[in-house]
């Protein structure tokens, strides 16, 4: 990617592969038609100390071609969702400029920074810190305070089922989420 001799014919790649994807996004949208609500793209961008690259170069050679791909993807009604690996705080200025409308990052992420940084311009899905030993009480009110720390009108983070979810935290995040 970062090979100056070799930066076009990587970007002519890319340009052929985002092809190729939305030839797969069209056909999908095709045959199931409305019983697809969107696509989840996999595409790491790091390790879990930090991402591969630098934000330019992600921004010069990857954001263009996730930017068409996700225009497309929204053209045709359907939600663009990103699941990229790592620790990626420093790239995800970069999902936004990509077009991408929810992001499943890992667990190792600083939530808080990325709250701040695109809270309110992309969805981030995170682990609800819910411990299965507490009281049921207890896991109810950590869905309510979770709820009450991520969940705002401006700003857009979701739970995810990656972390313990009991029952009873799912009841707190319900009841709390349907007050915001």
């Known amino acids: 990617l970062i090979d100056d001799d070799q930066k076009q014919a990587v970007k002519d790649l890319f340009d052929k592969t985002t092809d190729l994807y939305i030839k797969i996004v069209d056909k999908c949208c095709e045959v199931y038609g409305d019983k697809i609500a969107g696509f989840t793209v996999h595409d790491d961008w790091g390790a879990q100390a930090a991402p591969f690259f630098s934000p330019a170069v992600g921004e010069?050679?990857?954001?263009?071609?996730?930017?068409?791909?996700?225009?497309?993807?929204?053209?045709?009604?359907?939600?663009?969702?990103?699941?990229?690996?790592?620790?990626?705080?420093?790239?995800?200025?970069?999902?936004?400029?990509?077009g991408w409308q929810l992001w499943s990052p890992m667990a190792m992420n600083d939530f808080d920074q990325l709250f701040e940084l695109v809270g309110d311009k992309l969805v981030v899905s995170m682990a609800v810190p819910c411990d299965p030993a507490a009281s049921e009480e207890e896991q109810?009110?950590?869905?309510?305070?979770?709820?009450?720390?991520?969940?705002?009108?401006?700003?857009?983070?979701?739970?995810?089922?990656?972390?313990?979810?009991?029952?009873?935290?799912?009841?707190?995040?319900?009841?709390?989420?349907?007050?915001?």
């Open 60 to 98: 010069e050679m990857i954001v263009p071609y996730m930017k068409r791909l996700t225009d497309h993807i929204k053209s045709k009604g359907k939600i663009a969702e990103l699941h990229s690996c790592g620790k990626l705080e420093l790239q995800a200025k970069n999902f936004v400029k990509a």
């Open 140 to 180: 109810e009110k950590a869905g309510e305070a979770f709820v009450a720390k991520y969940w705002t009108k401006e700003k857009k983070f979701i739970g995810s089922s990656f972390g313990a979810v009991t029952n009873a935290c799912r009841k707190g995040l319900y009841k709390a989420s349907r007050q915001v």
